[in-house]
């Protein structure tokens, strides 16, 4: 019941969330989504994290006891100009790669399956050593592992195939942007 | 932080688990759910209930005190024949209309929000006591809320602009079989 993989992500998330107040990726993504939500771009949001309930007191409205499940499909999904979006976004410290292990096994098939039905679908990587942000969509992702037994994505890779995302003054993380020049030519909406 | 609507909501749904194991509205639609994934129909889930988190113990990944919040959108999303889809399911004991007080005014606007960006978005409701269930589109429900004072919507208005879903066999509400009448002209992708 209890993933080693989620409480890592949980601890982390609570140490960034600390350390880094209203930077870390998970931020910048639900201002972006607040961003688009406001001006009435699109309506991209964040999933709750499933929780599987032992000890709850429904008087009070009260979760007495817990626990985190993992999770079945991507963090973040919606529509932009008629599309549906599905993406998932992971930080990562090292400076060379992003392991493959940070994105549950499910997940890849998640974005794999909307993908081949017609989804914009994607993940978004944060290399925080080196400040810079990458688009690769589930094609080039799906590429990847078709043709490496790499169980880590090098960063040239992303260089090469994804796209930087640059950091804005507002949307920060202007990931749209990068939607509207991948499947839009450039053409907002 | 705590809503009674939504206390409510759990309430009765934990009692129909108990009472109606395997036959409420919720798990039907959970069925057709893996069932059209299985068969590579769609995918499309339901998203989890969000909590706010008070105590946590990280080390074991056990909640120890949390609560229900109040979803800012809908309960079920996804993707179908390249279109996002996007609804909420409720049932009702009454015979003869059914109550808007059961659907959040941020939930109405979030249907309305995306049927303007293009999703196939509805609700499903269930009149328990007649054993009926109806595909109601946002446009309709839309128009309801414009033309209308009251706060319930009578069944007669349901019969007449919604679709009426039979029970199969297999899954037990088709609801997607509506979608390709509706949005696709009964062809199946």
Do not use: C, W
Not at 48 to 76: C, N, Q, R
Not at 112 to 128: D, E, Q, T
Not at 132 to 142: D, P, Q, R, V
Not at 168 to 182: A, F, G, H, Q, T
């Amino acid at each position: 019941m209890i993933s080693k993989n989620i409480l890592l992500q949980f601890n982390n998330k609570n140490k960034t969330n600390f350390s880094n107040r209203g930077m870390n990726l998970e931020n910048d993504i639900n201002l972006a989504n607040e961003y688009y939500r406001i001006n009435d771009i699109a309506y991209i949001y964040k999933k709750p994290t499933p929780i599987k309930l032992v000890d709850v007191d429904y008087k009070l409205g009260k979760i007495k006891e817990a626990y985190f499940k993992t999770p079945s499909t991507t963090d973040y999904n919606g529509i932009y100009n008629g599309k549906y979006v599905d993406f998932e976004a992971k930080e990562t410290n090292s400076k060379t790669s992003f392991a493959l292990s940070n994105i549950h096994k499910h997940q890849i098939d998640h974005l794999i399956n909307v993908s081949n039905k017609g989804a914009i679908s994607f993940i978004i990587v944060r290399f925080n050593k080196l400040n810079e942000n990458y688009f690769l969509s589930t094609e080039n992702l799906k590429e990847f592992i078709k043709n490496n037994k790499r169980k880590s994505i090098p960063i040239d890779f992303f260089r090469r195939y994804g796209t930087m995302i640059k950091i804005k003054y507002s949307p920060r993380i202007d990931y749209i942007e990068v939607i509207n020049n991948l499947y839009f030519g450039g053409n907002k909406s």
